[in-house]
């Protein structure tokens, strides 16, 4: 039986990743987070992926703290790049097949056509450049590797803009969200369900298409647009105002538009990607 060890089991990914690991038979999953497998020590990182022959690393622990990030740069590069140098040089010293997840945050948002795995990074805050360089570090040191960028990421639990929302339109009459921002929200069990088929096609395959894939839920839409499907599912009765970028000023800037392209994952992997309506309902109707 192949070996799974989540990072980061408690964050949003990785919690979805956990509640699919009871219908895995071929797969043992082992959960750990910062307070059982801190990423930032190197050596408990060598010693558990040894102890454990451990055969894949999905790495879902981060600093996700995206405006925080501009006034933490120190602890935001420990966990986004240098832990995953960490995790690259062990996953190496024990030939671990490693499944990174990075963002769109890498792009400048300037595009108008969805962003491709070949297409220029150019990050605009401090998490998207640890990120950026997590992702070098991964690749540098560690080959035998696949990254994952993905966008909009949401689910029942943790901080994320869906759950808000639901809280504040409880709350309020009124709500002003950004209109003007391009993107697909991304629910983490979607994403979860296609890491498994990644590490099943490995081992039916015996191939392990390593490099850069994109992943979210398919379709275009605005945080406006999104807001108010969250609403409508929700039941409650707010107004959604749209509002322009301009008057919702945050410390880390965000790209302006960031869809992202997923033909290769579908091409390579043979993965059904669910439309981003269809997935909100899933997620509304678990809640
Ligand atoms: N959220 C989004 O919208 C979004 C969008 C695009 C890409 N992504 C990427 O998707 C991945 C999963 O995101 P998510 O939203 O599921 O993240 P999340 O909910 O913030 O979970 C991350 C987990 O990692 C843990 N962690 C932090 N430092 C650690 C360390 N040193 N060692 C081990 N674990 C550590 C966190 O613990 P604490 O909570 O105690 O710090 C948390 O449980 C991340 O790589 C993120 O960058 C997210």
């Not at 910062?34 to 040894?50: E, F, G, I, P, Q």
């Not at 792009?107 to 990050?123: H, I, L, R, W």
């Not at 070098?136 to 994320?160: K, V």
Request: with cysteine; glycine share 4%.
């Amino acid at each position: 039986m192949k070996k799974i060890l989540i990072t980061g089991a408690k964050g949003q990914l990785g919690s979805e990743l956990m509640a699919l690991s009871a219908q895995q038979p071929d797969f043992q999953f082992i959960a750990t987070d910062v307070d059982t497998l801190d990423l930032t020590d190197r050596h408990a990182l060598s010693h558990c992926l040894k102890t454990r022959q451990v055969d894949y690393v999905v790495n879902c622990a981060a600093y996700t703290a995206v405006d925080k990030a501009e006034d933490d740069a120190a602890l935001c590069y420990k966990i986004n790049r240098d832990a995953v140098q960490n995790l690259a040089e062990a996953a190496t010293e024990n030939g671990v097949r490693v499944i990174h997840i990075s963002t769109d945050y890498v792009f400048d948002g300037q595009a108008n056509t969805p962003y491709k795995e070949t297409d220029a990074v150019n990050p605009q805050s401090v998490y998207g450049t640890s990120k950026l360089a997590g992702e070098q570090a991964l690749q540098a040191a560690c080959p035998n590797s696949i990254i994952i960028r993905t966008a909009w990421l949401y689910s029942t639990c943790g901080n994320n803009f869906m759950k808000t929302m639901r809280r504040l339109s409880a709350e309020r009459t009124e709500l002003n969200v950004v209109c003007d921002q391009t993107g697909t929200p991304t629910y983490a069990a979607d994403l979860a369900q296609a890491i498994v088929e990644i590490i099943a096609f490995a081992e039916r395959e015996k191939t392990f298409p390593t490099g850069i894939y994109h992943y979210s839920n398919e379709g275009t839409t605005t945080w406006y647009e999104f807001a108010q499907k969250i609403i409508a599912l929700a039941g409650t009765n707010c107004t959604i105002k749209p509002i322009p970028t301009a008057e919702y000023p945050t410390k880390a800037a965000r790209p302006i538009y960031s869809v992202l392209d997923k033909s290769k994952i579908k091409r390579t992997f043979r993965v059904n990607i669910p439309a981003w309506e269809d997935a909100l309902r899933r997620c509304n109707s678990r809640l």
